[in-house]
């Protein structure tokens, strides 16, 4: 079966690595994969690397029409079977190429967890009342993305969730390279949060989760944040203010992110908005990290549901927040017992292979 996954920027977030996972574990047995980008990033470069066919064509909003026309002139020479879009501009433009070439069925990926407002509301609403209806199937990451999808005027009966995966790694092996690295005590406790400086990241509350803890516990911890974005500056004048450098450690982009979590106690999300089914998290959850989440997107699927193995608290709840960060820092029992239940979850809820065939199935 050909299989064109399109996206507009090939960067290097969790949808670019959900479309990486589902080319390299469906091909070349199930799927002959091909790829459709408008910016080039990372992921473009490892589809390069790989060998799949790849077309550049510009999706902005006014050349939604020339963009259609190009990518159907690209199905026909390839004889695409599917157009698996990722977001809903990609979609609108692989259900616009049908009238071009309509051979291809559409399959379409929302990662969004958006509850729209306004004017923009209206619009996205009826646009998906519209189109819609005539893809073949959608697929959402995590039950609130089904909810707000049917919210935000998406067609019901084309909706199935099928949750983001992961490939289980059995029992996580620790590793001390980061605690050498930052210089950090054999009882630090060290929690961990791979999120970029944005605002819907919540770093900001994060770390006044960080101040209330320091006046709180005896214990020397660590905060690990890997990433970077325009709000690095300000959260980082904001930790100095706060006097809680020592206990808040800021490495920007790393690629050692396994090397990371297992040195690590426990994972931290702290996104008031805009979370789908988080990659960092499944990630942390196979290397055996009980997690502290927020209330929004996956994050209740991922740490409470059929198998808890964390706790989740509304964002902005800074004494909750610390509360439960604190519980697992002073309660060695409890922090094992949750660590056995994410590895233990991953391999029965979030395994890539079964996973990713469910997605397959999506397709025929």
């Given at each position: 079966m ?25 091909s ?19 589809m ?46 692989a259900l616009?190429?049908?009238r ?19 004017f ?176 929004v ?26 509360g439960?960060?604190r ?38």
């Amino acid at each position: 079966m050909k299989v064109l996954y399109l996206i507009n920027y090939a960067g290097k977030a969790g949808t670019e690595k959900y479309v990486e996972n589902l080319v390299r574990i469906l091909s070349p047995d199930k799927i002959e994969p091909f790829f459709a980008y408008n910016t080039a990033g990372e992921l473009s470069e490892k589809m390069a690397a790989a060998g799949v066919p790849s077309l550049q064509v510009n999706m902005d909003k006014k050349s939604v029409f020339k963009a259609a026309k190009k990518l159907a002139g690209y199905c026909r020479e390839n004889e695409i079977e599917v157009i698996h879009a990722q977001y809903p501009r990609e979609n609108i433009i692989a259900l616009l190429s049908r009238r071009y070439y309509d051979k291809p069925k559409i399959v379409l990926t929302n990662h969004l967890t958006l509850r729209l407002n306004g004017f923009s509301s209206l619009l996205w609403r009826q646009l998906n009342k519209h189109f819609t209806p005539k893809n073949h199937c959608i697929i959402a990451v995590c039950n609130e993305g089904r909810e707000i999808m049917i919210e935000n005027g998406v067609a019901p009966d084309r909706i199935k969730v099928i949750f983001n995966g992961i490939e289980p790694s059995g029992e996580p092996q620790k590793s001390a390279a980061i605690r050498d690295e930052l210089g950090l005590s054999p009882d630090c406790f060290i929690m961990t949060i791979f999120a970029r400086f944005a605002p819907e990241k919540g770093l900001g509350f994060l770390v006044d989760v960080l101040a209330k803890l320091k006046a709180e516990v005896s214990r020397p911890f660590c905060c690990i944040i890997c990433g970077d974005g325009e709000l690095f500056g300000k959260i980082s004048s904001k930790i100095d203010s706060l006097d809680i450098s020592e206990n808040c450690r800021l490495l920007g982009y790393r690629k050692d992110t396994s090397e990371i979590l297992r040195g690590s106690d426990i994972y931290l999300c702290s996104s008031m908005c805009n979370e789908a089914m988080s990659f960092a998290i499944l990630e942390a959850m196979n290397a055996g990290l009980p997690l502290v989440v927020t209330d929004v997107g996956g994050n209740r699927d991922l740490a409470e549901a059929k198998l808890r193995c964390g706790y989740v608290l509304p964002y902005g709840d800074v004494e909750g927040f610390a509360g439960a960060v604190r519980e697992l820092m002073e309660e060695p029992e409890t922090l094992d017992k949750l660590s056995s239940a994410a590895t233990e979850k991953v391999e029965k809820y979030f395994n890539l292979y079964k996973l990713s065939q469910d997605v397959y199935n999506s397709y025929k």
